[in-house]
C-alpha cells in the first residue's frame, strides 16, 4: 500500500522556518513534489524533485525562500522554508508520480497520482 505522510507544519512567527517532511513507503517514484492550497485558493505548485535528488523545480511564489531535498536512504522528501510570510499560510501536501516529465508538467497537481493528506502551516504576523 502506498501511502505519503506529511510532517512537520505548524504556528510560526513571520521571518522563520519551519522544515516540512514527507515519508514515502510501499514503492518509489520518479518525482515527488510540494503543493500548496491557501483558505478558498487552487493548489499551487511550490516545488519538485527527481528520485535522484538533480533537478530541482520551483514554483514562482517561493523560489529563493523554499528548498526541496530527498534522502533515499529514509525514503523522505523535505521542504525547507525560511523567511516565511504571513501569505504561505496553507495546508502543504506531498505528491509523487511516475515516469518523465517535463518541468511545465511538474507544476500541475494533475500529474500526480499519489498525494498525502496534507500538513497545516500557519504564519503570524
Same mark, same amino acid.
Given at each position: 500500500q502506498v501511502q505519503l505522510v506529511e510532517s #512537520? #507544519?505548524?504556528l510560526v512567527q513571520a521571518g #522563520? %522556518? +519551519? /522544515? &516540512? %517532511?514527507c515519508t514515502v513507503s510501499g514503492r518509489s517514484f520518479t *518525482? *515527488?513534489?510540494?503543493? +500548496?492550497q491557501a483558505p478558498g485558493k487552487e493548489r499551487e505548485f511550490v516545488a519538485a524533485i527527481r528520485w535522484s535528488g538533480?533537478? @530541482?523545480y *520551483?514554483?514562482?511564489s517561493p523560489?529563493? /525562500?523554499f528548498t526541496i531535498s530527498k534522502d533515499n536512504a529514509k525514503n @523522505? !522528501?523535505? &521542504?525547507q522554508m525560511n523567511s516565511l510570510k504571513p501569505e504561505d499560510t496553507a495546508i502543504y501536501y506531498c505528491a509523487a508520480t511516475s515516469g518523465y516529465r517535463s518541468g511545465s508538467q511538474l507544476g500541475v497537481s494533475g500529474t500526480y497520482s499519489y498525494w498525502g493528506q496534507g @500538513?497545516? !502551516?500557519t504564519v503570524s504576523s
Open positions: #512537520g #507544519g505548524g #522563520g %522556518s +519551519l /522544515r &516540512l %517532511s *518525482y *515527488y513534489a510540494w503543493f +500548496l538533480f533537478p @530541482t *520551483y514554483g514562482d523560489k529563493g /525562500r @523522505t !522528501v523535505y &521542504l @500538513t497545516h !502551516v
